[in-house]
């Protein structure tokens, strides 16, 4: 019966994102995209990506992670290396996007893995401050890393490009410091980022609802009663935190290929972006990976949307968050809802009797 | 010569995000939860400071006055608004309402003060001392700076171990149901913490734009994370921990921005947090907590 109901329940949830596809396809071929939802689409698809990946770790294995771009930055950064340093070897472009995803995601994934064996040992904010710390220090190195290859091979620095010391003729700047990687191909489109969405929530909901994730949510509910009853609590949160890193480099890649310039800014991958994942991830709801997408997508196009109202857009989005948070989180709006919410149903009871 | 100018200043620095910290570190040892907006409450004092000093050319003391007024007031209002509303929830809930307040203030000042960087001027208008010849300048800026950073110290330490209200704190932070319990006003008690903390940044913002005088609604974030990290290095909830972390926080930034690289001070900064914390899970001077089965 349960396993019905969660089936029906992924069943959901899948069929959202292939509805919303089918929704923005019709749109589109009717002529009711304006160009800014256009451009809007592939960052929606990379968002709702993120939430439900940061979702793992917060809702899931229930430890606040505050350094999510930073992976994002590490993918974004080695898949858009990939695609650059093979423009020659492999000519499609197709199939060059499809190996910086996998490099991507490895590359987050094996720093996940890395990062988390120090990291996971603290508790709470001590976490949330160490994750929000290594996410700033993998901005900042990037944004000093200079990459350049010639007929000798690769040349790494941290200085500026003359330190490289390429070679004059066969010589290439692949990184170029706070500049970043340009020339990527734009090859990322709306369609593949619904691909990679739908491979997420495959891979998450998957995860959720086997054994291992079984024990992931015990170390989350009482981490003294999973480790009483066996469960190896350092490799279960490992294996969450890893996964959540590489499903962030996957949607680094994806947003590296939407940009002809990728930049480690702190715009693009400073702790704000984590902080704006994580208010995904909350207001979604916490392990509801559903709720993550949708709020996801509706934030990410709020200021879009708002766009007329200029310069109160901004303000306006702040103000829908203080009131949602205080609307969903407080007691005093629970109880009201749930007061609400009985009139109603006591109301609908009375007429069918 | 240059390493103990260095030095001096990577002290001023650290005593700036010393006071900053004490806001973060007083707030989450009450109330559990992390003030995300703190930093921008420093950008609020900074720029009525601003206003009422440049704008209307008042003396910088009752810049000073009106800056602390205004972030006392607001401290209150928004813990009033926002944050007790959700007392009893998640403390994920407080933290995004935090946020929700930060990206509020930042708009405000947007909207008022448009996106360019204003020239703030020094509150601090004293004559530089000129030490061994010439050779070692200590800005004035600087010895404010850490004189202030010391006396609200103490201030502080006496005010939460002598008066009725800041033994109040320590019962709250210690327990809040059994303080309650007690007769304690625990809304008040954190309302008040609330107004210290605010007024605090206040001060920091003055002493803060008066050593780097551009001011854009942005100004308090980055300080506001640095400081913050200031007060998990050296124990979040420990007042002599937020002066600790702070000084060592601004010393570590500034020799590496003179000696290493001024691109690469923040990851030198964050990587010294990463490695203390793993030695010392609750930092410097924070108490371990043993959980019972």
Redesign the interface.
């Known amino acids: 019966m349960t396993k019905n109901k969660v089936r029906i329940q992924n069943a959901v949830t899948y069929g959202m994102v292939i509805l919303f596809w089918v929704v923005i396809q019709v749109m589109d071929k009717t002529g009711h995209l304006t160009s800014l939802f256009k451009g809007l689409l592939v960052p929606l698809c990379m968002y709702a990506i993120l939430a439900v990946s940061l979702n793992l770790t917060v809702g899931i294995l229930g430890e606040l992670s505050l350094g999510h771009a930073g992976f994002m930055c590490l993918g974004a950064f080695s898949g858009a290396f990939l695609t650059n340093c093979l423009e020659t070897a492999v000519p499609g472009v197709g199939l060059r996007f499809f190996l910086a995803l996998i490099l991507g995601a490895a590359v987050a994934g094996v720093f996940g893995l890395l990062i988390g064996i120090p990291v996971l040992r603290l508790k709470g904010d001590y976490l949330a401050i160490v994750t929000l710390a290594f996410g700033e220090i993998i901005k900042n190195l990037i944004n000093v890393l200079y990459v350049g290859r010639d007929a000798n091979g690769f040349h790494f620095s941290m200085k500026d490009t003359t330190s490289l010391g390429l070679d004059e003729e066969t010589g290439v700047i692949l990184v170029k410091g706070a500049q970043g990687i340009t020339g990527t191909p734009r090859a990322a489109t709306f369609t593949i980022g619904i691909l990679l969405l739908l491979l997420t929530l495959f891979i998450v909901l998957n995860l959720i609802h086997s054994r291992t994730g079984r024990a992931i949510m015990s170390i989350r509910d009482n981490r003294i009663a999973a480790e009483s009853i066996g469960i190896n609590i350092t490799k279960y949160k490992l294996m969450a935190f890893s996964i959540s890193a590489a499903l962030a480099g996957m949607a680094g890649v994806l947003y590296a290929h939407s940009l002809s310039t990728l930049k480690a800014s702190s715009d693009n991958f400073g702790y704000n972006k984590s902080i704006l994942i994580l208010v995904f991830v909350v207001l979604g709801g916490l392990g509801n990976m559903r709720g993550s997408i949708i709020a996801a997508m509706l934030l990410t196009a709020l200021p879009e949307l708002l766009r007329g109202l200029n310069d109160y857009r901004m303000l306006i989005y702040a103000i829908v968050l203080i009131v949602m948070t205080i609307f969903n989180s407080s007691p005093k709006a629970i109880e009201l809802r749930s007061v609400v919410m009985s009139k109603l149903r006591g109301g609908a009871k009375k007429e069918v009797a | 010569m240059s390493f103990l100018s260095y030095f001096i200043s990577g002290v001023s620095l650290g005593a700036v995000y010393a006071i900053i910290a004490l806001g973060y570190t007083m707030v989450?040892g009450i109330a559990r939860m992390?003030n995300?907006a703190h930093g921008d409450v420093i950008m609020v004092g900074s720029f009525v400071i601003f206003t009422v000093v440049s704008t209307f050319g008042l003396n910088p003391l009752i810049g000073i006055a009106a800056g602390v007024l205004a972030c006392t007031l607001l401290g209150v209002t928004v813990e009033r608004i926002?944050y007790r509303?959700?007392r009893?929830?998640?403390s994920?809930?407080v933290?995004?309402?935090a946020?929700?307040?930060s990206?509020?203030l930042?708009?405000?000042a947007?909207?008022i003060f448009g996106s360019n960087a204003h020239q703030f001027t020094s509150v601090v208008s004293l004559p530089n001392l000129v030490l061994a010849g010439g050779n070692l300048i200590i800005s004035s800026t600087a010895i404010v700076t850490i004189i202030s950073c010391i006396i609200i110290m103490i201030a502080l330490t006496a005010f939460i171990n002598r008066t009725k209200i800041g033994q109040a704190m320590l019962a709250v932070s210690e327990d809040r149901g059994a303080a309650s319990l007690m007769g304690i006003d625990v809304n008040k008690t954190i309302a008040v913490t609330f107004a210290i903390g605010s007024a605090l940044a206040a001060i920091a913002g003055a002493l803060l734009c008066s050593a780097y005088p551009s001011l854009t609604p942005y100004t308090g974030?980055m300080p506001g994370?640095k400081a913050?990290?200031a007060a998990?290095f050296g124990g979040?909830g420990s007042i002599p921990g937020a002066l600790i972390g702070g000084i060592v926080l601004g010393v570590i930034e500034n020799l590496s921005k003179a000696y290493i690289?001024s691109?690469?001070s923040?990851?030198i900064v964050?990587?010294v947090?990463?490695i203390v914390?793993?030695v010392r899970?609750?930092?410097i001077l924070g108490r371990k907590i043993n959980?019972k089965?």
């Open positions: 989450y992390l995300f926002a509303p959700l009893e929830a998640t994920l809930a933290l995004i309402t946020i929700g307040v990206y509020f930042q708009n405000v947007l909207l974030s994370i913050f990290t998990v979040i690289s691109q690469l923040d990851a964050f990587a947090l990463i914390l793993l899970p609750t930092g959980e089965v």
